[in-house]
């Protein structure tokens, strides 16, 4: 069955210091990857998304992701977190067969340090 | 503004209480879902309609009935509600299919059943 992993439930960083966090899907093809981003008390703001082509995405707010075909990757980094990053972020994929289904990670909360 | 309205923002209701969650999109998509979002699980997606025609309906229970009337619009009809099914309840919009349109979500609604 088709799963989206987010090992690390909590990450703390300081600010200033570089980020990155994981996720990891189970799917029999590459399928489309996303990463969304969840302020307290609101809904999910889309970061970036990989449809195909460059592996390496830019996003909004500085963040970028890499996808990593044979590790079944896409990790999202930021170089440099600023204390507005603490949110909750979730990995996302969207199905080949599926006009609709997205699967969601579990999220990692991000907490930063001042 | 997310171009998803949701209301209420919050809602307290007792288990034999009806009441309607409300959605609405001013980006001109035309899939329109609602998700589930439980503490410590991966957002559940329960309906999706597109062009007002429901195409996808995950096993949600019957006291849950979706509605849209229109495009634009979309509402849960809420009835004899279990304390389990205190959750937020996120909506959100695509163009069709999703793989090729992110998600835009509202800011939800926190729904607690007593």
């Known amino acids: 069955a088709q799963s989206v992993t987010q090992p690390d439930i909590h990450i703390t960083v300081s600010e200033g210091a570089s980020l990155e966090l994981r996720c990891n899907y189970s799917?029999?093809?590459?399928?489309?990857l996303f990463w969304y981003v969840q302020s307290p008390g609101q809904g999910l703001q889309l970061l970036l998304k990989y449809f195909s082509g460059d592996t390496l995405v830019q996003g909004i707010k500085g963040f970028e992701a890499e996808f990593k075909r044979s590790q079944s990757s896409f990790n999202l980094r930021k170089p440099s977190v600023h204390w507005s990053d603490a949110a909750e972020y979730f990995c996302?994929?969207?199905?080949?067969?599926?006009?609709?289904?997205?699967?969601f990670g579990s999220g990692t909360r991000l907490l930063v340090r001042p | 503004e997310t171009g998803v309205t949701q209301t209420p923002r919050h809602l307290v209701m007792g288990m034999t209480n009806k009441k309607s969650l409300k959605c609405e999109q001013h980006l001109g998509h035309n899939a329109m879902y609602w998700y589930k979002q439980s503490a410590k699980k991966p957002l559940e997606l329960m309906f999706v309609?597109?062009?007002?025609?429901?195409?996808e309906n995950n096993s949600v229970p019957s006291r849950f009935s979706p509605e849209c009337p229109n495009s634009s619009h979309l509402f849960l009809h809420l009835h004899t509600l279990q304390p389990e099914d205190s959750a937020l309840y996120l909506c959100?919009?695509?163009?069709?299919?999703?793989?090729?349109?992110?998600?835009?979500f509202g800011n939800g609604t926190r729904l607690t059943v007593t």
């Open positions: 799917y029999g093809a590459t399928p489309y």
């Open positions: 959100a919009s695509s163009h069709h299919p999703v793989q090729n349109s992110p998600l835009h």
């Open positions: 309609y597109s062009l007002e025609e429901r195409v």
């Open positions: 996302a994929v969207g199905l080949l067969d599926s006009s609709y289904k997205l699967i």
